[in-house]
């Protein structure tokens, strides 16, 4: 089921608690491009279906990613690219995002989507055990029973 622009918006928004949804999409723009260059395929093009029109648009057309970034380069890519932002406040915004992202897409898609990205994203979508089986626990935390 594709989020209407306005509730993917008013997600992000209380999610990443900002004061306006202007300030929401900034942050979704810079975060879905980023993720784009990370998907392939069918995955990305099955994600993108889950998303309002311009924001789909925006993950199907990513600039292409040299190499797969790990979740903390993924995150002080966003900074770089949100203005004003620190890794601190970009790890809020890239979270505010994806797990609206996450949220949309449904637990079976993202399994798809987690197996195509670096260990470690599971955490940014706010699905820390969605594939801890198949892919190994990260550093730290238990494995789910």
């Known amino acids: 089921m594709t989020l209407r622009r306005e509730a993917f918006l008013d997600h992000v928004k209380e999610r990443g608690a900002y004061d306006t949804a202007a300030e929401a999409e900034r942050v979704a723009r810079v975060v879905l491009a980023l ?10 093009a099955r994600l993108a279906t889950h998303l309002p029109e311009g924001f789909a648009l925006i993950l199907l057309n990513p600039l292409q990613s040299a190499e797969p970034l790990s979740p903390e380069r993924f995150v002080r890519a966003a900074a770089a690219w ?64």
Do not use: C, K, N
């Open 82 to 145: 949100i203005e004003g932002a620190t890794v601190q406040t970009a790890t809020w915004d890239v979270s505010a995002v994806l797990s609206t992202v996450a949220d949309a897409a449904g637990e079976d898609l993202m399994g798809q989507v987690l197996l195509q990205l670096p260990v470690g994203y599971e955490l940014l979508f706010g699905h820390p055990q969605t594939t801890s089986h198949e892919r190994g626990a990260l550093p730290g935390t238990p494995m789910a029973p």
């Open 35 to 44: 993720l784009g260059a990370h998907l392939v395929g069918e995955v990305r």
